[in-house]
């Protein structure tokens, strides 16, 4: 009770932000080498993603990751409006601040990219997860997933709308690696440029990596 209730701080709120963000990039790196599979023909990833729903921890895996997704989302936007609430009157300039400053477009914008985030995946779920089930023709217990990210990736529509949306994720986790080493504790200060510097380009390579996919589907495949 009192480690849920030491959570429910301004400063366990932060760890709890942190720790749980994370956990969704780990989850970015292992879904996007998955993707990428794509490349590989159909037979790579319809096995990949088959192994991974035929596996019976996939329910106790995906609501564990929904929980920490939720628990995230919640915990910053409640973070943000206490925040807010200490500080009712808000500044009447705001600059670019300088030095040794983090100030960016993506921390200045981490609950819109959140948001846009949190619909992403809503539309993202709805798409794949409970689109059209298509099967492998001679493995009939084999979802063809390959089949359906073609399709859906051979409407313009649908590929400018993830690529906005990676570029907005990718804003998001700019600031919001970076963000989380400094929460909970381990950003020592002859390491903080390296930090930096490595969540800059792990948002960027995770972005970069997702809004590949449909414009290469688009394109060549």
Not at 72 to 79: A, E, L, P
Not at 185 to 209: C, D, E, H, K, N
């Amino acid at each position: 009770m009192r480690v849920l209730q030491w959570f429910s701080t301004s400063v366990g709120s932060k760890i709890l932000i942190g720790l749980t963000g994370l956990a969704l990039v780990g989850f970015l790196i292992f879904h996007l080498a998955g993707n990428l599979l794509v490349f590989l023909g159909p037979a790579s990833y319809n096995d990949h993603a088959h192994a991974l729903i035929s596996n019976p921890l996939v329910i106790p895996a995906e609501l564990g990751l929904a929980a920490i997704f939720l628990l995230h989302v919640f915990k910053t936007i409640g973070h943000v409006l206490r925040g807010r609430a200490a500080r009712p009157v808000r500044y009447n300039v705001k600059k670019w601040a300088g030095g040794a400053s983090r100030k960016s477009l993506g921390s200045s914008t981490m609950i819109v990219s959140g948001l846009v985030t949190f619909a992403f995946v809503i539309v993202h779920l709805k798409t794949f997860k409970y689109g059209a089930n298509y099967q492998v023709a001679d493995q009939p217990a084999v979802r063809d997933l390959y089949r359906l990210l073609i399709e859906v990736f051979h409407r313009p529509a649908d590929v400018v709308f993830y690529v906005i949306c990676m570029i907005v994720i990718g804003l998001h986790l700019r600031h919001g690696i970076s963000s989380a080493f400094q929460s909970i504790g381990v950003m020592p200060a002859g390491w903080t440029r390296a930090i930096l510097a490595s969540g800059l380009w792990l948002a960027v390579i995770i972005a970069f990596g997702f809004a590949v996919i449909p414009i290469a589907v688009y394109v060549f495949l």
